[in-house]
């Protein structure tokens, strides 16, 4: 009996993707919460039960338990009520290129395992680069911003010590300059690269979080005259929490007046762009050496799709290394693996592509903009709300708040932080993030579907409104009845407690 993918297979490859994508499509269709609200006892159990050493079961009967086990338990993207992390919808037409890569499985390292997946891929890191602004310029497609950054910061770890007298020896003394506001990734590069546990400098925010050009060049000056030898500048188009753009310009003229690698985070905000209406927020990054692109976070691209853009071609020399077997030096085919960190890699451009060709560049940034206004409209809605307070304001699509009503003081409204988020996430009806600003945790929406609404919003915002009402009137109660035992007060006083209906009862 045939199991794999070929000629004779057609047929079953056919049937089994089609009960495959009717189940997913059931599931778009009747699913109505963004998480099942399953236990991690009783998910944990699930897996549990499965025993992969037995016999095989069939495809018909794999895609089904691959339904009930996971596409049941799944969290949702495209539901209205996920708004946690930086999770995209994804577009058709790219889940449908999605099922052609799997399918024909290319291997974009060289060029006789692709062909014309090469070419094309080229050609649409030529397309990004024209959006960005590098006129002559080069990529490559990785796994996520997390790579492309490790790239990008390698590819400057090399640029630095070529040009210092003491060439590797120079190591110790390589400063990389970002902010407290910077993705992890970039402290994380700088370990992977051998550089000293201290090597990343934190350059001074303004209140938005946002590099302050003035202090990025004090920093600089302070790393040269201390011995140290800066090896880039790490600007974010798009912060993860504040989803704020560091002024890119004017970083730049910092950059080339030291002549210093410029490296712009551009994962959250590439989707700029492509906006009809932002693309000024953008302004300077032409003037970047390196360049983060994420699609799978504002171009509505499946996971993964990223890609890491230089404005010299010849900066990706260093990510090359030669094999006889596989691209030796001197060969006239344009093998990718020259370029990447990655030897077999998919070809995820094709998802962009076919994106690209049925919906349009245009419509893409309308869709982006679109979440963006529709952020806007919710920092005023929490702005205006007695019980809530809005944590700043968003270039993007973020939305920083807390539940502080008059008379709850920062310390109780610290403590609910992380109980509203639970409780949400337990629920399974809506899934909101959490995370610390000046010192102060606070709830975090990342608005990124286009397809939601103001009232979507104001729903999951009630949630988070009746929970913490709920929780705070359940701890009032606690402290009664500790009251209570104790004989501070009398029984007819205690407070009766009531959980909103709307959350549901597991």
Known sequence: MHELLSSTTADTYLATMHAAVGRIADRLQ??????SGASRNQLQSLVDAVDLDGPGRGAALAVEEADSLFAEHAVWFHH?????HLNCPVAVSAVAAEAVVSAVNASL?????????????RHLVDWVNTRIGFTAGDGIFTSGGTQSNLQALLLAREHATARHPAGRSSLHQLVVLATTSSHFSVQKSARILGLCDDAVLTVATDAHGRMLPAALADTLRDAVAAGQVPMCVVATAGTTDRGCIDPLAAIADVCEETDVWLHVDAAYGCGLLVSPTRRHLLD????????????????FQPVSSSAVLVRVPADLAPAAWYADYLNPAGSSEPNQVDKSLQTTRRFDALKLWVTLRALGADRLGEMFDTVVDLTAQVHDVVAADDDLRLVGRSQLSTVLFRYQPAGLDDAAADHLVPLVRRVLFESGRSLVAKTVVDGRPCLKLTLLNPDATLADVRRVLALVRDTAAALVEGEAMLDRASDLASGA???YDAPAVSVPARLGAR
């Not at 009747?30 to 998480?35: E, G, I």
């Not at 209205?80 to 946690?84: H, K, N, T």
């Not at 300077?284 to 171009?299: C, L, M, N, P, Q």
């Open 30 to 35: 009747t699913t109505t919460q963004p998480f």
């Open 109 to 121: 390292d060289t060029y006789d395992q692709s062909g014309i997946g090469t070419l094309m891929e």
């Open 284 to 299: 300077g990054i032409e003037r970047a050496r390196s360049v983060t692109v994420d699609f799978h976070k504002s171009f």
């Open 489 to 491: 007060v009398s029984a």
């Open 80 to 84: 209205p009520d996920y708004a946690a």
